[in-house]
């Protein structure tokens, strides 16, 4: 499976952007697939999943309110929709797929990963 994100850019707080993620490969549809970012100097967090059937989502503290993943299986695609942005928001975000655990807030547990897609909020 091979995963491309895009949609990255520049906001400003308040404004609302939305992520894509491609993938390759008929088995995506099957894998809980999720959405993590990088800021400046920080680790790999955990955004939000979207479970394969797509009926079940969890979300980062963070984010929760603001932010909804979805996923449209028939087009292989996962997308995360960001409103209410803030400039804590500022990071490069990453797709994944394939959460071989129980714990899909954990980078770790994830099998593919897409390059990512920056996203920079200003005040």
């Known amino acids: 499976v091979q995963l491309q994100a895009s949609g990255g850019g520049l906001a400003q707080a308040g404004d609302s952007l939305s992520l894509s993620c491609a993938a390759s490969?008929?088995?995506?549809?099957?894998?809980?697939a999720g959405w993590f970012r990088q800021g400046p100097g920080k680790d790999r967090e955990f955004v939000a999943y979207?479970?394969?059937?797509?009926?079940?989502?969890d979300y980062a503290d963070s984010v929760k309110g603001r932010f909804t993943i979805s996923r449209d299986n028939a087009k292989n695609t996962v997308h995360l929709l960001m409103n209410s942005l803030r400039p804590e928001d500022t990071a490069v975000y990453y797709c994944?797929?394939?959460?071989?655990?129980?714990?899909?807030?954990?980078?770790?547990?994830?099998?593919?990963w897409g390059q990512g897609t920056l996203v920079t909020v200003s005040s």
């Open positions: 994944a797929a394939q959460c071989v655990g129980q714990d899909c807030r954990r980078p770790g547990n994830f099998g593919y």
């Open positions: 979207i479970r394969w059937g797509g009926g079940s989502t």
């Open positions: 490969g008929r088995s995506f549809r099957s894998y809980t």
